[in-house]
């Protein structure tokens, strides 16, 4: 058990580093993978991390769905504390909505049901119970009667969560963050996590959790150690053995490593079992090596993501043949880790071609810093501003920028929003004035002003 991960050679716990380097390889040029941080722990000690600039270890990264992980352990904290019990109906914990629930199959909707995705709705009810009531997701989703016996069907469902998250508020008194705080964050030494809220200042619960790639391979390693960390248990060994293990079926599903069951919000998975988040946000426990893998990025396709660990990383676990001489290859390999920036052609005057207004913003202006530009981007009725570097990332504040100029006369300009998965692609014309933005992914429930770590 260990409060601080130490850092020790992969051929020490086991690890052949030339696997890693080859899961590394796969992630740097599988086509839909854009990795940004990597955490892999055997027996409680780090064997490899690595970010690929400009993201750090000390930024947080959104982690979109996986947040689900962090508020089922809010959850499985409160079930230790007597404050939540698993068999109660998810109605008795909203009294005030008990003459307006009528539904029989809503009414005997438990907790345990929502917490395997198994509320008896066959698809997500996001916007069907936003619809119902735009300011309670809550009293939507229970006036939404479900299509089978809660307990029956697997559908992956928002509000499933978020309901989760208001229970706990409810018993607790206090915000998921304030409550998860004392007994999750300190004991693990997790000192940066932001959660965004909605309108009525509760933590989305199903996304928005902020929080860096250490961080996430504490929840998973807390896990593996079946809920004690440093000798302190936090969460009961039931629970944990309840949440990795298939609650629901879900044989529907099209990807092979998103069909081999569900727990209590963690996917079980053809090794072990994961939290994961939309854009390739991962936290993979593998209790048969004593492995966590946590994993941020910007990638379209997960399954390959998966496909590529169980490929690489797998088989260097406990190999026949380690070689200890390829670590120092790999540790050196790993502190060099980066995204390239745009390349081209050197920039123009930007301030003499500009400003620009197109498709995707209001304004974008140049000014002259230095050697050379900042970028002034008016939309959403704000203003960002951020350097953009010439074969190089300049970075401020939650921003990274690069420029360069295409063949054509182009001007390619790249914005990263680096406390999240996204990347906001500029292509100016200068002799038009004209600029289109164009995301590489599309943010789920932000818009470019607050795509950033939320305020506490």
């Known amino acids: 058990m260990t409060t601080t991960f130490p850092r020790t050679a992969p051929s020490t716990l086991g690890i052949d580093a030339r696997g ?26 780090v064997a490899a991390e690595g970010w690929w600039a400009p993201y750090r270890p000390d930024r947080v990264h959104l982690l979109y769905s996986l947040s689900k992980s962090f508020t089922a352990a809010a959850v499985g904290i409160a079930v230790r504390a007597g404050l939540v019990d698993l068999d109660a ?28 995705m198994a509320s008896g ?7 069907r119970a936003t619809a119902i009531d735009p300011t309670n997701t809550v009293r939507g989703f229970l006036l939404l009667p479900p299509d089978e016996e809660p307990g029956s069907v697997f559908a992956y469902n928002q509000p499933c969560t978020y309901t ?6 409810r018993v607790s008194g206090v915000s998921l963050v304030e409550y998860l705080r004392p007994r999750l964050l300190d004991p693990l030494g997790i000192d940066d996590l932001a959660w965004r809220r909605d309108d009525r200042g509760a933590e989305l619960g199903f996304s928005g959790c902020h929080a860096t790639t250490e961080s996430v391979a504490k929840l998973g390693q807390l896990y593996l150690q079946r809920g004690v960390w440093d000798g302190e248990r936090i969460l009961d060994e039931d629970w944990v053995a309840q949440a990795t293990s298939t609650q629901v079926e879900n044989p529907a599903e099209e990807n092979p490593d998103w069909r081999q069951g569900y727990g209590f919000q963690f996917w079980m998975a053809r090794h072990g079992f994961r939290g994961d988040g939309a854009y ?29 660990v169980w490929r690489h990383l797998l088989p260097a676990v406990d190999a026949a043949d380690p070689d200890p001489a390829a670590d120092a290859g790999l540790e050196a390999r790993l502190a060099s880790l980066g995204l390239p920036p745009v390349g081209g052609g050197r920039l123009p005057d930007l301030a003499a071609a500009g400003p620009f207004h197109g498709e995707g913003l209001d304004r974008l202006a140049f000014t002259p810093e230095g050697d050379g530009w900042r970028a002034t981007i008016d939309v959403d009725g704000g203003t ?14 939650p921003l ?31 002799s038009a004035g004209s600029v289109t933005a164009v995301w590489e992914t599309q943010p789920l429930h932000d818009g470019p002003l607050s795509l950033r770590r939320p305020a506490d």
Do not use: K, N
């Not at 003459?99 to 929502?114: A, C, K, N």
């Open 280 to 308: 390739g946000q991962f936290c993979v426990v593998l209790p048969e090596q004593d492995v966590v893998l946590a994993v941020t990025g910007q990638s379209l396709d997960m399954q390959a993501v998966l496909d590529a």
């Open 400 to 430: 990274a920028a690069s420029g360069a100029t295409a063949p054509d006369g182009t001007v390619l300009v790249d914005v990263r929003f680096v406390e999240t998965p996204h990347l906001l692609h500029l292509r100016l014309d200068t």
């Open 121 to 127: 709705h066959r698809e997500e009810t996001l916007d």
């Open 20 to 45: 890693i380097a080859a899961l590394l390889d796969a992630l740097e040029t599988t086509p839909g993978v854009e990795p940004h941080g990597l955490v892999l722990l055997r027996h409680g000690q």
């Open 89 to 116: 109906t998810v109605l008795s914990y909203f009294p005030e909505l008990d003459g307006e629930v009528t539904d029989d199959r809503s009414r005997r909707m438990r907790v345990r049901h929502v917490l395997a």
């Open 164 to 169: 989760l998250g208001e229970i706990v508020r």
């Open 384 to 397: 960002l501003t951020v350097p953009v570097g010439e074969g190089a990332w300049a970075e401020e504040g």
